[in-house]
C-alpha cells in the first residue's frame, strides 16, 4: 500500500480546513488567486476550481465580504472576513483543536 491510495482520504479530511484557512487569511483583504499562493505556503494547497466556489459560497453565507478593486488594469474583487466568518473561524478551530486532542487521545495507547 502506498500513500497515494489514501489520497482521496486526504482531500476529504484537508476540505473543511481550506474554509477555516481561508476565514482566517482574509482577515485582511485578498483576492481568489492570492489567496490560492498564501494557502499554498501555509500548507494547504487548493486549486482554483475548489477555491472560487468556496469564496462565492461563503460570502452567500455572509461569512466574507467582498467589493471590486478597479484602481488597476485588471479589476479584482477582493474578499475580507465578516463578523460573522470570525465568529465561524473560532468555532471551527475549537473544534479542530478538540478533535485533535480526541485523536491525540486514541493513539497515546498505541
Known amino acids: 500500500m502506498n500513500d497515494t491510495e489514501f489520497d482521496g482520504h486526504l482531500q476529504e479530511l484537508r476540505r473543511g480546513t481550506i474554509v477555516l484557512a481561508s476565514l482566517m487569511l482574509l482577515r485582511r483583504p485578498g483576492y481568489g488567486y492570492g489567496l490560492l499562493e498564501q494557502?499554498?505556503?501555509?500548507?494547504?494547497?487548493?486549486?482554483?476550481?475548489?477555491?472560487?466556489?468556496?469564496?462565492?459560497?461563503?460570502?452567500?453565507?455572509?461569512?466574507?465580504?467582498s467589493e471590486w478593486n478597479t484602481d488597476e488594469a485588471r479589476p479584482r474583487k477582493f474578499?475580507?472576513?465578516?463578523?460573522?466568518?470570525?465568529?465561524?473561524?473560532?468555532?471551527?478551530?475549537?473544534?479542530?483543536?478538540?478533535?485533535?486532542?480526541?485523536?491525540?487521545?486514541?493513539t497515546d495507547g498505541e
Do not use: H, M, W
Open 39 to 65: 494557502l499554498a505556503s501555509a500548507g494547504f494547497p487548493t486549486d482554483a476550481n475548489t477555491l472560487y466556489p468556496l469564496l462565492r459560497r461563503l460570502e452567500k453565507q455572509g461569512c466574507l465580504e
Open 79 to 106: 474578499y475580507r472576513t465578516s463578523e460573522a466568518g470570525n465568529r465561524l473561524a473560532t468555532i471551527l478551530t475549537q473544534e479542530v483543536a478538540a478533535i485533535a486532542a480526541a485523536t491525540a487521545a486514541l
